[in-house]
């Protein structure tokens, strides 16, 4: 496939300039003009880097990609990935918010889905737009078994469980990534639970004060669905081959 109509496709689907991001989502390092085997991994770094170009891959699809708002020298390890890509001719497209938010391929629409909640709607005010989803748990779940869902859905036991919240769970939250400080607007929607990746060490006290559960599921755990659900649309979309680079980090 022509690797500029794939990106093309990608910035429209993705609509990659709707939402404000420091992320410069987008196609960031140019590879080949060809297309043929499409890599997605969470993390722009070294080793997704050379484990994409280890399985051929002319592009490489990332959620945190190499390029923010502030400039960065090509120095050091920055310099090394860089080399990385355009020694093996792989090219970098990077999305970020804008797959939190998607409502199709979306981190958070996905865990929705794997939690099996219905009624859903957007949740997760960020920059004036709603990154993540809420909805209705059918029939409730007491946190145990919301746990054990949650386990299912990630494929790991989550970082931290704050059980602050109702026994029996009716409404649930679902920001991935960085994002505990949502906890006041979880609190504020009349949620039993909020599930996000990342924990901090205030929002115990929050928890506990608002009386929520909360499940810290991970960063990378709750950030690779997106990428996963993405990689499935486009294997179905366009005859290319695509690989996922399970590369945890623990956090």
């Known amino acids: 496939m022509n690797r500029d109509d794939l990106v093309s496709y990608l910035d429209r689907y993705l609509r990659v300039r709707d939402i404000e991001d420091a992320s410069q989502n987008g196609l960031q390092v140019e590879g080949p003009l060809e297309v ?6 969470v993390d722009a770094c070294l080793a ?15 959620h945190h990609g190499l390029f923010w708002s502030e400039p960065q020298r090509l120095i050091g390890p920055h310099f090394r990935r860089v080399k990385t890509l355009l020694s093996g001719r792989c090219g970098l497209y990077a999305v970020h918010l804008p797959l939190d938010a998607h409502p199709d391929v979306g981190n958070n629409v996905e865990m929705a889905r794997l939690l099996r909640l219905v009624n859903t709607r ?17 029939p409730p779940l007491d946190l145990p078994a919301l746990l ?16 602050h919240g109702p026994d029996l769970i009716e409404t ?19 949620l039993d639970a909020y599930i996000t990746g990342e924990t901090r060490h205030a929002v115990f006290h929050q928890a506990a ?3 929520l559960n909360v499940l810290f599921a991970g960063h990378y755990e709750t950030e690779k669905l997106g990428l996963m659900a993405l990689q499935r649309h486009l294997g179905d979309q366009f005859e290319l081959d695509t690989v996922f680079l399970h590369i945890p980090t623990g956090a």
């Not at 043929?36 to 991994?41: L, N, P």
């Not at 957007?122 to 209705?136: K, M």
């Not at 649930?172 to 009349?190: H, I, L, N, R």
């Open 148 to 163: 054990g869902r949650l386990i299912e859905a990630t494929g790991t036991p989550p970082l931290r469980v704050l059980d």
């Open 209 to 211: 004060e608002l009386g």
């Open 48 to 62: 997704s880097f050379e484990q994409a170009v280890g399985t051929d891959a002319q592009l490489l699809v990332v």
């Open 172 to 190: 649930v939250g679902c920001v991935s990534g960085d994002a505990a400080e949502m906890v006041d607007q979880a609190a504020e929607a009349g």
């Open 122 to 138: 957007p949740f997760g005010a960020y920059h004036g737009v709603d990154i993540g989803v809420a909805g209705v748990l059918d």
């Open 36 to 41: 043929t085997r499409v890599a997605f991994a």
